[in-house]
Nanobody, 126 residues
Framework: QVQLVESGGGLVQAGGSLRLSCAAS????????MGWFRQAPGKEREFVAT????????YYADSVKGRFTISRDNAENTVYLRMNTLKPEDTAVYYC???????????????????WGQGTQVTASS
């Protein structure tokens, strides 16, 4: 089990950028696949991006591909989500999630993850 704390959210104008961070506790962070999800008011939580434990494989939702980049620093126990060219429809609470995955897989469904952070609000104004 890991504890996750997101930060870096805020209010930006459409077209702007933000970088979210997710700090994880625990010495085995490097064995976890990580994911970012988001939930807008009145909508279901949706997948954004995922990365395997080594950082060698990533996968993105079509809606963010080419604009968002997921990365990780295992020495710092942190995963990042760089968000460029933000759109009003990106407005949501963003959550990071972790799943024990030493095999090197990544996961794009919320039910695959065991540990979640508390979320950070991202608002892109038009």
């Amino acid at each position: 089990q890991v504890q996750l704390v997101e930060s870096g959210g805020g209010l930006v104008q459409a077209g702007g950028s933000l970088r979210l961070s997710c700090a994880a506790s625990g010495r085995t962070f490097r064995s976890y696949a990580m994911g970012w999800f988001r939930q807008a008011p009145g909508k279901e939580r949706e997948f954004v991006a995922t990365i395997n434990w080594s950082g060698t494989s990533t996968y993105y939702a079509d809606s963010v591909k080419g604009r968002f980049t997921i990365s990780r620093d295992n020495a710092e126990n942190t995963v990042y989500l760089r968000m460029n060219t933000l759109k009003p429809e990106d407005t949501a609470v963003y959550y990071c999630a972790a799943r024990w995955a030493p095999s090197g897989r990544y996961y794009s469904t919320s039910t695959s993850y065991d540990d979640w952070g508390q979320g950070t609000q991202v608002t892109a104004s038009s």
